[in-house]
C-alpha cells in the first residue's frame, strides 16, 4: 500500500488478524503462539504507515478472523475501509498483501 500520510499511532487503523491453529497444521495448537510472535515480529519490520497489526491466536472460533479499531473503537469492514480510505490507503489492499505475508510467514516458520 503506498501512502503519503504520516500518523500517530494512536489514529492508526488497528487490524487484529486471528490465527487459526489448524492453517499449521495437525499439530498447530503447538506453534500457533510462536507462529503470532514470529509473524508480529516480522509484520513490524515493514513499519507500516497506516495500519498496526495485531497477530493473536484464533481460540474461539465465534470471533472474527479480523476485526478493525481505530483508539480502541470497532469498526465494520466498510467503516475501516472508508477510514483507510480517508488516509490515501486501500484495506482490501492492505487485506491481500497480509494474506500472502501471512502464507510466506507459515512456509517460513514451519521450515518449508
Do not use: W
Not at 503519503?4 to 494512536?10: A, P, T
Not at 514470529?38 to 515493514?46: G, I, K, P
Not at 472474527?64 to 472508508?82: D, T
Amino acid at each position: 500500500m503506498t501512502q503519503n500520510v504520516l500518523i500517530e499511532d494512536e489514529r492508526k487503523l488497528v487490524v487484529v488478524f486471528r490465527v487459526e491453529p489448524g492453517s499449521l497444521g495437525p499439530d498447530g495448537v503447538d506453534h500457533v503462539i510462536g507462529f503470532c510472535l514470529y509473524s508480529q515480529q516480522e509484520l513490524e519490520n515493514n513499519n507500516e504507515k497506516l495500519v498496526r497489526c495485531e497477530i493473536i491466536p484464533r481460540n474461539d472460533k465465534s470471533l472474527p478472523e479480523m476485526e478493525y479499531r481505530v483508539s480502541n473503537k470497532k469498526l465494520s469492514h466498510g467503516q475501516a475501509s472508508k477510514y483507510l480510505s480517508a488516509l490515501g490507503g486501500s484495506l482490501d489492499a492492505f487485506e491481500d498483501a497480509l494474506l500472502d505475508s501471512m502464507s510466506n510467514f507459515i512456509e517460513q516458520y514451519m521450515g518449508h
